[in-house]
């Protein structure tokens, strides 16, 4: 087995993975170099047989053609000894054979599509409170919010992070209630984050600053998904207000990292 950067991704490579797949767009963000973090583990570069990669936030493995167990358990377990490793796939998923059947987390994720584009947005636009104002984050604010420094470490400083990525926070004064952030897309799907801090939970600002966000993606053209744990009820109920058509159910899995 060889591992590759992306410029070294050949169409070959690439079309051995699938664009429905759970969470594709972080398994094309790394194949396409869209993210500079990431693995891409093949066979053989010319004329491949099979290919995995995985994506560098939370560690998701995605597997692109046909493995023996043998060899998939050998590239796993060489994973495992570098991090974590998270799969999601659907249960009916016939690849689920090759994992190992000692998950450390084995739970159900939702993944919420198919928005219809500028609609359904304004009405929580208009919901502010009164003393809150809907602020774009820059360079400054980012590193004020919850997931804002690691977000600007993992793209490498914060001049990289305001060229790739954007967001919005709702504030009260000098204060972040909630924030809602992307990267950059990838199969022209963006994926937003929302952190609502939690003294300001179950008061709808989250939707508020998700619609502000996904407002302006769609006006740049790009659409957005949505993805959460199934136990997740108040992102589910976020993505349901916002318009979201398709909902996908499929199960994840943790595997901690070996000693």
């Known amino acids: 087995m060889v591992r590759i950067p992306s410029n070294?991704?050949?169409?070959a490579i690439r079309s051995l993975f699938h664009t429905d797949e759970m969470q594709a767009s972080r398994c094309f963000a790394v194949l396409d170099g869209v993210v500079s973090k990431g693995k891409i583990i093949v066979d053989t570069p010319?004329?491949?047989?099979?290919?995995?990669?995985?994506?560098?936030?939370?560690?998701?493995?995605?597997?692109?053609?046909?493995?023996?167990?043998?060899?998939?358990?050998?590239?796993f377990a060489a994973l495992r000894r570098e991090g974590d490793v998270l799969v999601g796939m659907m249960a009916s998923d016939p690849r689920i054979?090759?994992?190992?059947?000692?998950?450390?987390?084995?739970?159900?994720?939702?993944?919420?599509?198919?928005?219809?584009?500028?609609?359904g947005l304004e009405p929580y636009l208009r919901r502010l409170p009164a003393d809150c104002?809907?602020?774009?984050?820059?360079?400054?604010?980012?590193?004020?919010?919850?997931?804002?420094?690691?977000?600007?470490?993992?793209?490498?400083?914060?001049?990289?992070?305001?060229?790739?990525?954007?967001?919005?926070?709702l504030m009260q004064g000098d204060e972040i209630l909630c924030e809602a952030t992307v990267g950059p897309p990838a199969l022209g799907l963006y994926e937003p984050g929302v952190f609502t801090r939690k003294e300001h939970r179950g008061k709808g600002y989250a939707t508020m600053v998700a619609a502000r966000l996904i407002q302006e993606i769609e006006a740049m053209g790009g659409r957005t998904y949505w993805?959460?744990?199934?136990?997740?009820?108040?992102s589910i109920a976020v993505a349901r207000k916002l318009g979201y058509r398709t909902e996908k159910e499929y199960r994840c899995m943790f595997w901690g990292k070996t000693d």
């Not at 070294?8 to 169409?11: E, F, I, L, N």
């Open 8 to 11: 070294k991704v050949t169409p």
């Open 46 to 75: 010319v004329d491949p047989k099979w290919a995995i990669v995985q994506e560098a936030v939370d560690n998701s493995i995605f597997l692109g053609g046909s493995f023996d167990t043998q060899t998939f358990l050998e590239v």
């Open 97 to 119: 054979r090759y994992l190992p059947d000692d998950p450390d987390y084995d739970g159900l994720t939702l993944e919420f599509y198919d928005r219809p584009v500028s609609e």
């Open 133 to 169: 104002m809907i602020h774009r984050l820059d360079r400054n604010l980012i590193m004020q919010t919850e997931w804002g420094p690691k977000d600007v470490e993992f793209y490498g400083g914060s001049e990289a992070w305001e060229k790739i990525c954007f967001g919005y926070c």
């Open 227 to 234: 993805n959460c744990a199934k136990q997740n009820i108040a």
